[in-house]
């Protein structure tokens, strides 16, 4: 099992940038790691996974070009930053991970593990 911790979220205008972490309490080189968001009414969306085992990187179109996924597995920390922000990347972000062979990693019940969210916001 593995604890999740997210931290990073704040209040920034449109334009700006934030970095999220994610701090896992064990060595993370196995797990597929996963970042989510949820907006207020709506459903919990796929935003970006880095696969288990030096395997790729995906991220949703909407955030192609202006968010970067990275992780320290020497810290066990994975990172989301994100720049150019819009008022509809407002959200409470979500860390996950799972130790499983995936391939379906945008799906949020592919993973077993999850932190407690940070919020984000985008003012206009």
């Known amino acids: 099992q593995v604890q999740l911790v997210e931290s990073g979220g704040g209040l920034v205008q449109a334009g700006g940038s934030l970095r999220l972490s994610c701090a896992a309490s064990r060595f993370i080189f196995s797990y597929t790691m996963g970042w989510f968001r949820q907006a207020l009414g709506k459903e919990r969306e796929f935003v970006a996974a880095?696969?288990?085992?030096?395997?790729?990187?995906y991220y949703t179109d909407s955030v192609k070009g202006r968010f970067t996924f990275s992780r320290d597995n020497a810290k066990n920390t994975v990172y989301l930053q994100m720049t150019s922000l819009e008022p509809e990347d407002t959200a409470v972000y979500y860390c996950?991970?799972?130790?499983?062979?995936?391939?379906?990693?945008?799906?949020?019940?592919?993973?077993?593990?999850w932190g407690q969210g940070t919020q984000v916001t985008v003012s206009s």
């Open positions: 996950a991970a799972t130790t499983s062979y995936i391939t379906n990693y945008y799906y949020a019940r592919e993973y077993d593990y």
């Open positions: 880095s696969i288990r085992n030096g395997g790729f990187t």
